[in-house]
């Protein structure tokens, strides 16, 4: 199974918002950010994804999310390269 590693950023605000999450299902997962069933951090506002990676292998997944959640420099660089 695939799982992938997304960034989230928020079209509904001012302010530069991105979410970080993992799923093996990516299109299923949007739509549930963008319906309030995802997750709390995401509920009240609109969603694009503007970075995903792909893994073999769930941990794999898990432990890139990590990195990625605790890496602002990163994060602000994907939103800013995003067009």
């Given at each position: 199974m695939t799982y992938f590693v997304y960034i989230l950023k928020?079209?509904?605000?001012?302010?530069?918002?991105?979410?970080?999450?993992y799923t093996?299902?990516?299109k299923n997962r949007l739509k549930k950010h963008?319906?309030?069933k995802?997750?709390?951090y995401t509920r009240g506002n609109k969603w694009?994804?503007?970075?995903?990676?792909k893994f073999l292998s769930q941990s794999k997944a898990m432990s890139y999310?990590?990195?990625?959640k605790h890496d602002r420099k990163r994060r602000l660089?994907?939103?800013?390269?995003f067009k």
């Open positions: 928020c079209v509904s605000s001012v302010k530069k918002r991105t979410y970080v999450g093996n299902d990516l963008n319906s309030n995802g997750a709390k694009i994804i503007i970075y995903k990676k999310e990590y990195k990625l660089e994907i939103y800013n390269n």
